[in-house]
């Protein structure tokens, strides 16, 4: 169910952009993608959500091209507390509630 | 609101006890998450509960788990008997109605089986 495919692992510096991107290619018309953060020893948070096009928060921009077979975390300007794991989901709506949660990509920012 | 709160932070039990692991949802979210997280299999969904009623339990492993949720701050994760296998971080989260709501999640109940 709802399965997504993202890179394992990434490295980046700090006061880099990071894109993380995943792979749904089986996406239906009524699900949503939702991105969460996990850093070590606690439970994941919310980080960003969309359908179509971009949507930006404070913390993040995500990009969903037409298709939405694919979708791009962007994170601006990350920092080394920005080391952890992102995980990308296809939130199925209606009466299937599941969040379902892939492997993640561990993100490690360096100095 | 305090968040989602779990029970104990941290378990360590010997083989063959009963383990009961306890979450408080946020006051108002009418959906709650069971979830087991370790290094070989991530993050997997137990069970959820949509107004105290189990929708799909599916991803309760065993016979040895059974989960409750007798009013709506209040959800039991029990496992009996208790195996080294059943070691892993176990988390609660709830949501609100309505769909594609973000989940909180609490910080979880390190569990080790010894």
């Known amino acids: 169910l709802a399965k997504t495919t993202q890179p394992i692992s990434m490295d980046s510096y700090e006061g880099q952009e990071v894109n993380i991107t995943c792979s749904h290619n089986?996406?239906?018309?009524?699900?949503?993608i939702t991105w969460y953060q996990q850093f070590p020893s606690q439970g994941p948070r919310f980080i960003i959500q969309g359908y179509k096009t971009k949507v930006t928060n404070e913390v993040a921009s995500l990009f969903i091209p037409a298709d939405r077979k694919s979708s791009t975390l962007s994170l601006p300007r990350v920092s080394l507390s920005d080391t952890a794991v992102y995980y990308c989901?296809?939130?199925?709506?209606?009466?299937?509630?599941?969040?379902?949660f892939g492997s993640g990509t561990q993100l490690t920012v360096l100095p | 609101d305090a968040g989602v709160i779990q029970s104990p932070r941290h378990e360590v039990t010997e083989m063959g006890q009963e383990v009961t692991l306890r979450c408080k949802p946020i006051?108002?979210?009418?959906?709650l998450f069971w979830y087991r997280q370790t290094m070989m299999r991530g993050l997997e969904l137990l069970i959820y509960f949509n107004n105290n009623v189990p929708i799909d339990d599916s991803g309760m492993p065993e016979d040895r788990f059974s989960a409750k949720m007798p009013n709506a701050s209040f959800s039991t994760l029990k496992i009996q008997p208790s195996e080294p296998r059943d070691s892993a971080v176990y988390f609660c989260?709830?949501?609100?109605?309505?769909?594609?709501?973000?989940?909180?999640f609490g910080q979880g109940t390190r569990l080790t089986v010894v």
């Open positions: 989901l296809r939130t199925a709506s209606g009466s299937a509630r599941q969040l379902t």
């Open positions: 989260a709830s949501s609100l109605p309505g769909l594609n709501t973000e989940a909180f």
């Open positions: 089986n996406i239906a018309t009524n699900d949503y």
């Open positions: 006051s108002g979210h009418d959906y």
